[in-house]
């Protein structure tokens, strides 16, 4: 132990300090004293119960960005969902798919169609012309299961060109553009006329942080 008025080095079994007379019992008390309260001057209370709270809503902005990333679809499941959605009749979840700008574009102010109504109109049409193929080739009620056989996705080059093209020929903001991608789908058909193979290519684009389908092919991609 030290002395607590000089600071010399005191033994256990002295009584006083060598240097100075000073009782080492006082000494001993008042450095514990001292060490006690430099203590609480470098671990205030208030600090302490303010990292808990700080550390705990970081924990949740982490845990939260996590699952968002998670559960966010991919171009895969995005291409999947459209191609089941639109054979199978189900024009308004596959009308939700199509990137913002596609649908400004087919019938915003200025667009091919007056409204998304007809727009949704003429894609059911279309999309009844798939079904009747697979429907002569498989029998009236077929079934069929799906499956998506390849995705690829753009490169750093790739997506340059793609964007450009977007914005070029659909008016899209390219800056918002972050990825594309092609699906390709292969639906297996069968029923009572028997069984068949469809393949079907989906164009997704990602925009920010998640992906669309665009209808058209595009030349770049």
């Known amino acids: 132990m030290y002395c607590g008025k000089c600071g010399a080095k005191i033994n256990e079994n002295e009584k006083f300090c060598s240097q100075c007379g000073f009782p080492a019992k006082k000494a001993d008390t008042k450095v514990n004293q001292t060490d006690s309260s430099r203590g609480r001057m470098n671990n205030p209370p208030h600090k302490k119960r303010k990292i808990v709270p700080i550390l705990a809503i970081a924990i949740v902005i982490l845990a939260g960005g996590l699952l968002l990333f998670k559960t966010m679809p991919s171009a895969k499941k995005v291409g999947l969902k459209a191609c089941k959605s639109a054979l199978e009749g189900d024009i308004d979840t596959y009308y939700e798919l199509l990137t913002p700008s596609y649908k400004e574009y087919m019938a915003g102010s200025g667009g091919w169609y007056s409204s998304d109504e007809e727009f949704k109109s003429e894609l059911s049409s279309y999309e009844a012309d798939m079904r009747n193929d697979i429907a002569a080739s498989c029998g009236e009620n077929f079934k069929a ?9 753009c490169d750093k080059s790739d997506l340059e060109a793609v964007k450009r093209e977007l914005e070029r020929d659909f008016g899209y903001n390219s800056e918002e553009v972050t990825g594309a991608a092609l699906v390709t789908v292969s639906i297996q058909a069968y029923g009572s006329e028997g069984a ?23 030349n770049s991609l």
Not at 145 to 153: A, C, F, L, N, Q
């Open 145 to 153: 299961k799906y499956k998506v056989d390849s995705v690829i996705e």
């Open 196 to 218: 068949d193979v469809f393949t079907r290519e989906i164009t997704c684009v990602k925009i920010g942080h998640s992906w669309y389908v665009h209808r058209t092919e595009l």
